[in-house]
């Protein structure tokens, strides 16, 4: 019979017992092969009677609930073990041990090259590096890429584009509209229709709408000097479309929705789920407002969300007033 001595992993110890073999192991190539071999058979035969493991609370002074959880649910599993025949038990359980062992090494040896593979392809995509260097640049994020208050902002907008959503609330362009001004301004972030006649704008909405083209093409040369696929005018035109935006402006205003239909020649089932969105675009420059600590846009959208969250836009559709009726009836 022929025993080896090796260090083991934390994963194949099934218990840590009470008996113990005095070895000392620093003298291991020096002691006597009768002193170890009599040592470890009398371990051997105590352990088919089963040996008692250690108490996790009591002995070990485990307090983490899960942790002791899971130690009782494996001395169990070892007891119901104990229970088999080990004559019958033993060859299978070498033979299921070694399977267990490649097993969770092969699964090792997967999830580190898994992890080392992503972390090489993140690090050689040029559009990545290009996107973190845009970020940088517009102080969403630091030299070692801590995610700034801008950063944190950017992360409750999530119904429009966020660099040009942002960048909205950052130059203050917001703060100088009027709540129905503001919220007409916002559809451009979420109308989503190319094809839609021209708006007719006048006054301090129209500036506004330019302004807020010119902060999307700025954007998109940014991207563009960082070598992203994108230009100034792609950028602008794909993150904003003014389609929508004297509707919306008219809307908020309390104008029917009747007449708002006959201002564009967009769907009247567009509008309305234009409008829908916008209100979720209001929650989310709410949420915003909290982080950036803007008291006065927080109160804007509100009033914003409240104008226009209104008649037929945000009302049940018939079919299912329809089926409340039925199954009241």
Known sequence: RAYTLRAVRGQEVAAICKTKVDLDTRKAKSLEPGEVTR?????????RSGLAALDPTK????????????????????EEMA??????????????????????????RVDRLRFEVSDANLQQMPEYEGR???????????TGDAVQLKGRTACELSTGDELVSTELIFSGLLAELDPDEAVALLS???FQEKNASAPELTGRLKEACERAEATAFRLGEVQAAHRLPTSGEDFAAST????????????????????ICTLTDVPEGSIVRTIVRLDETCRDFMKAARIVGDTALFEQMATASQAIKRDIVFSASLYVNQQKSGATA
């Open 240 to 259: 904003l479309r003014f389609g929508l935006v004297e509707v919306v402006y008219e809307w908020a205003r309390g104008t029917p929705f009747s007449e």
């Open 59 to 78: 002995d070990l002074k485990l307090g983490e609930v899960a942790v002791v959880e899971g130690c009782l649910h494996r001395q169990a599993l070892l």
């Open 188 to 190: 451009a972030l979420v």
């Open 132 to 142: 973190i260097a845009v970020l940088r640049e517009l102080g969403y994020v630091d």
């Open 39 to 47: 040592a470890l058979l009398a371990l051997e035969r105590e352990a």
């Open 83 to 108: 229970q088999l025949r080990w004559a019958q038990a033993a060859p299978k359980a070498r033979e299921w041990a070694a399977a267990l062992h490649a097993h969770a090494e092969l699964r090792e």
